[in-house]
């Protein structure tokens, strides 16, 4: 069983970065390709970014693109999203997810491809 422990969030000003950390305890990290998603109150979780199990392949969503970078550290079972230029919109709960999952077209954008979450981390925008 997978277990993902999401770290990193806050409060930050508009404008500010912000480095959110999801640390898997299993030791077949390396086999799991793996995605952020956020919730904010009254939507639906959303994609935000994706990355494959050797970190070579990546996705954004449209809103996050070149302000955020999803990367991976397999020798310590983690993956990070780095945020920047960071907006009020940006507010939500962020989760990490992974899914053994073949990555191949749109699919990992949709949450129900993934098999295991985190329990999410508050990020707050504050403008």
């Known amino acids: 069983q997978v277990q993902l422990v999401e770290s990193g969030g806050g409060l930050v000003q508009a404008g500010d970065s912000l480095r959110l950390s999801c640390v898997s305890s299993?030791?077949?990290?390396?086999?799991?390709?793996m995605g952020w998603f956020r919730q904010a109150p009254g939507n639906e979780r959303e994609f935000v970014a994706g990355?494959?199990?050797?970190?070579?392949?990546?996705g954004y969503a449209e809103a996050v693109k070149d302000r955020f970078t999803i990367s991976r550290d397999n020798a310590k079972n983690t993956v990070y999203l780095q945020m920047g230029s960071l907006e009020p919109d940006d507010t939500a709960v962020y989760y990490c997810?992974?899914?053994?999952?073949?990555?191949?077209?749109?699919?990992?954008?949709?949450?129900?491809?993934?098999?295991?979450w985190g329990q999410g981390t508050q990020v707050t925008v504050s403008s």
């Open positions: 997810a992974a899914t053994t999952n073949s990555l191949s077209g749109s699919s990992y954008r949709k949450s129900d491809f993934y098999q295991h």
């Open positions: 990355i494959s199990w050797s970190g070579s392949n990546t």
């Open positions: 299993g030791r077949t990290f390396s086999l799991y390709n």
